[in-house]
């Protein structure tokens, strides 16, 4: 969960944003409500109230009009760039990782919990941050003292 839910998700959300606008971003990631319940129901993984749907159904239409400038068919013939594509898919590993929280173990404490994920995440992120320190010299590390 800490590799999906916070290496892969924030991974993807930078990639992305050399690409696409903070706006694009922002608004694809406010999707993830609605994805969210569309994958509960798709795959009867928890409960899905009728308030669910109709607050993911108001976050989803409303994003799609503000995308859309509220023309639909610009969603047809807008120019979509991979980026786009890859925060759609972000949004629902967002979306099923939120899902399996709710499925921790209740005898771990939602602290450990976090803990757990960040070490599983600091791990996953390690290599590419060391390879963009130590080879790209991108990350900016100053080891000198």
């Avoid at 409303?62 to 786009?84: P, R, Y």
Wanted: glycine share 4%; net charge positive.
């Amino acid at each position: 969960m800490g590799i999906t839910g916070q290496a892969l998700y924030t991974a993807v959300v930078y990639q992305a944003a050399h690409s696409v606008s903070s706006m694009n971003i922002a608004l694809i990631c406010a999707m993830s409500p609605g994805i969210t319940v569309l994958i509960s129901m798709a795959f009867k993984l928890e409960e899905v109230t009728q308030y669910k749907v109709i607050g993911s159904l108001m976050a989803f239409i409303g994003a799609l009009i503000v995308i859309s400038e509220a023309n639909f068919t610009n969603l047809i013939t807008m120019n979509w760039k991979v980026a786009d594509l890859m925060l759609l898919a972000n949004a629902a590993i967002w979306s099923i990782w939120t899902i399996y929280l709710k499925r921790a173990p209740k005898n771990v404490s939602m602290r450990s919990t976090l803990y757990i994920m960040t070490i599983f995440c600091t791990c996953a992120l390690l290599p590419f941050y060391l390879y963009e320190t130590l080879i790209l010299d991108k990350a900016g590390l100053n080891l000198k003292m």
